[in-house]
């Protein structure tokens, strides 16, 4: 059903792009309201429109927090046209008809961004436009409703197509459109109130996000994909792409992996190279090209076709370093012009600046079928207070530092995870297995087949406490001196006493690190 759209209500925060749409409205002898900003603005441009305040009979009042919130507005929107019920209300009131909605909202979510003053966010909770926008949306037979300055080219084809009028199909489409509008813009204020109260939990969990790309597919060719921006700057993700081909579902789940670990590196240049999600080699080096290479040397065949994320600016010497194996994605907080040059001559490699990249939130979420489940990211290495040594051989100050490193790799790692250190590289990682055995057993096969010479005297950490131990027999006889875990076993006595008996150091963290 076509809908002839006589009169029009336009009130937008966001007047961009608003001429067009205006003259076409005026080609077809469409009546204009609008108010306050908005008014002044198409006066000033020279398009006649009725004022708000005219219009209703009744002043706006309370600052401008009341002014849409009127009968004759409201009841033009909601009624139904095909109703006799309705039509005689209105005629009895001489409430004209609403055809067609223009609006966007308060900037809310800029006001977040720009001020930490909750009185000045407040009052840019908008509440007259969402609430003729909601009217608009249940009303979508009768009344077309626009939130995006997007779709005024969309209207405007609409308008010529049906000679001044509206299909239902687009209306039906500019409704599910505004609902969604209206459920992210409550979330957003939702969520800043859950955060300025400390609330991390609430009845009533919302998520918003806006929609930056469709990917090429998901993790797999037959899924479909796309990927989102849950932030008050939800236009960006905060890096950018300086060359290559466009990311996929799995690069984007690779980069945060990486990035994660990344952020945890400080004071040293840091490298960490992640497929599927797992770290294959991470190294922090007061020296960008000796982490680099510790990095990859800690297992160069599973890096291969991997993201590698670095802490420092890439240079000629790097690129040409990185140029000489097959990566997928390369992070790097900035890039000189020699490094692109040779970077650039793959012209599939993504090529990503993380130079203004922040990490944003303290929770991590995972959702099913019919619900999610959501708790705080594992930020936590150690708690002074738990950790102990707790064999007869204890480690110096050097060996302490080393120790906290391999153990913050290992909380990255898929349990069950093991992770053999060396001079602040990883030099074998075994991840994901259903028992720690063969972890382990993989962690050393790897340091045995890529790093033979630095597996004796070296760091072993475990996400979890070692349940036998056969797991730390193997470690002890490829030639680990320190292991790291977070104990509790009801074996602990029996594990404690090999490692003495191999005279090995192990220490018990208290805290375990399960990532599933």
């Known amino acids: 059903m076509n809908l002839k759209i006589k009169n029009a209500l336009v009130s937008v925060s966001d007047k961009e792009n608003l001429i067009p749409l205006i003259k076409i409205l005026k080609q077809f002898n469409v009546n204009i309201i609008s108010s306050g900003g908005t008014y002044k603005a198409l006066k000033k441009l020279g398009y006649d429109c009725i004022e708000l305040s005219r219009y209703t009979g009744f002043k706006e009042m309370l600052d401008g927090r009341v002014k849409t919130l009127h009968p004759k507005i409201h009841a033009g929107i909601l009624h139904d046209r095909q109703s006799k019920t309705h039509k005689n209300e209105m005629s009895k009131q001489k409430f004209p008809s609403i055809d067609l909605i223009v609006v966007n909202f308060y900037p809310f979510q800029k006001m977040v961004r720009k001020t930490k003053k909750p009185k000045d966010i407040i009052e840019n909770i908008d509440i007259g436009g969402p609430t003729m926008v909601r009217a608009a949306a249940k009303n979508f037979k009768n009344v077309a409703i626009i939130t995006n300055k997007n779709d005024y080219p969309i209207l405007i084809r609409e308008l010529k197509s049906n000679k001044g009028g509206t299909s239902l199909k687009f209306r039906e489409i500019m409704s599910s459109k505004a609902f969604g509008l209206t459920a992210y813009y409550d979330s957003m204020i939702a969520n800043w ?307 003495n008996k191999a005279k090995v150091k192990m220490l018990f963290t208290g805290i375990r690190h399960f990532n599933h």
């Open 193 to 499: 109130f859950n955060k300025k109260l400390k609330i991390q939990f609430p009845e009533r969990k919302t998520i918003f996000g806006r929609k930056l790309k469709s990917l090429r597919y998901g993790e797999n060719p037959h899924q479909e994909s796309s990927i989102y921006v849950s932030d008050y700057d939800d236009k960006k993700l905060g890096f950018m792409q300086i060359h290559g081909k466009d990311l996929s579902y799995n690069n984007y789940n690779d980069m945060y992996a990486s990035l994660d670990i990344l952020e945890t590196i400080k004071g040293k240049a840091g490298t960490v190279i992640t497929k599927h999600a797992n770290p294959c080699g991470i190294s922090e080096h007061k020296n960008p090209i000796d982490s680099f290479k510790n990095a990859y040397a800690s297992d160069p065949v599973s890096a291969f076709g991997g993201v590698i994320a670095c802490n420092y600016k890439i240079n000629k010497k790097i690129a040409l370093e990185i140029n000489k194996n097959f990566l997928e994605v390369i992070l790097g907080k900035g890039f000189d012009n020699d490094s692109l040059n040779i970077l650039k001559k793959k012209k599939n490699l993504r090529i990503i600046d993380i130079s203004k990249y922040k990490s944003k939130g303290n929770s991590s979420l995972r959702i099913f079928n019919k619900s999610f489940i959501i708790q705080n990211k594992d930020n936590i290495i150690f708690d002074k207070k738990k950790i102990k040594c707790v064999t007869k051989l204890k480690p110096n100050s050097k060996e302490l530092a080393e120790i906290k490193f391999a153990f913050n790799v290992c909380k990255y790692v898929k349990s069950n995870a093991i992770v053999l250190s060396k001079d602040f590289s990883t030099i074998g990682i075994g991840a994901g297995q259903p028992n720690r055995l063969d972890s382990c057993k993989i962690a050393v096969q790897k340091a045995k087949k890529f790093q033979p010479r630095k597996i004796k005297n070296s760091i072993a950490a475990s996400d979890a406490f070692f349940p036998f131990t056969d797991g730390i027999q193997s470690l002890i006889k490829a030639g680990v001196k320190i292991i790291v875990q977070p104990g509790g076993s009801i074996r602990d006595k029996e594990v404690i006493n090999v490692a």
